[in-house]
């Protein structure tokens, strides 16, 4: 593990669906888990938009009881992973203290603008993630941290993993408290992907001996994906192999995006 994320006692991790807690950065948490740091994660949609894998759930993509079914499997695989402090962005204590009530931010859906980059939904409703003025989220990620005062915060590169939009959304307000706030952000590297920026600064973690956690973690999001030996097949039929081994990259609290 990188020195940072070795001397950090309370990590806060930013994601922008359930399940990519789990898929990202399942492994990273185990560990930090296993090593008795404090694990926190905010995320940042229900996953509204998500397919639904046939045969899972009766329910209705979209519809509240599949937006609640998700709820609970996130719930589920926070468990596995061992992860104690949860919070939707937009709820108490991840809310803006000058709002009275809380909120939700949607999904925003996605499209494939080409091969490998992804773009939002054509029809991403107006309360969606990428489309509410970034300071109103970044207000809401500042008062989680404000409240549970992290030592470093963890959420994608500037690409998002593979481009969702509410990926490049969620690294936007986790740089933009992360500045504000003087801590510093670590970049999760998927494995396998052409690296924006300055590859020689990543450190590849192992996380392998965690992968029955992550396994299990990611069993509980049946609606979204299967397991199968040690991979893992999306609701759309993508295969990839579980990752345990994760890119870290220190960005400082003020480094610009590359
Ligand atoms: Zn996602």
Do not use: N
């Amino acid at each position: 593990m990188t020195g940072l994320i070795d001397s950090a006692r309370r990590v806060l991790l930013v994601h922008a669906h359930p399940d990519d807690e789990t898929l990202a950065t399942g492994a990273l948490i185990a560990d930090l888990v296993a090593r008795g740091v404090e694990v926190h994660v905010v995320t940042a949609t229900r996953g509204e938009r998500g397919e639904l894998m046939p045969g899972v759930v009766d329910v209705e993509p979209g519809s509240e009881a599949f937006v609640a079914h998700r709820e609970g499997e996130l719930a589920k695989a926070l468990s596995h992973l061992g992860v104690r402090h949860h919070c939707f962005l937009g709820m108490p204590p991840a809310r803006d203290r000058a709002h009275r009530t809380s909120r939700r931010y949607r999904d925003s859906g996605m499209r494939w603008i080409r091969e490998g980059l992804a773009g939002p939904a054509k029809d991403a409703p107006a309360d969606a993630f990428t489309i509410v003025p970034l300071t109103e989220p970044v207000a809401d990620l500042a008062a989680y941290v404000e409240a549970t005062a992290p030592d470093v915060l963890v959420s994608y590169d500037a690409g998002g993993g593979y481009g969702h939009p509410d990926h490049v959304r969620t690294h936007e307000v986790t740089r933009e408290v992360a500045r504000a706030h003087g801590i510093p952000v670590i970049e999760v590297i998927p494995p396998d992907r052409e690296v924006d920026g300055d590859a020689a600064a990543i450190e590849w973690t192992d996380g392998s001996t965690h992968l029955a956690t992550v396994q299990a973690a990611l069993r509980a999001h049946a609606t979204q994906v299967r397991v199968d030996g040690t991979d893992v097949v999306h609701v759309g039929g993508q295969r990839e192999p579980i990752v345990t081994r994760i890119g870290l990259r220190h960005r400082g609290a003020d480094v610009a995006d590359v």
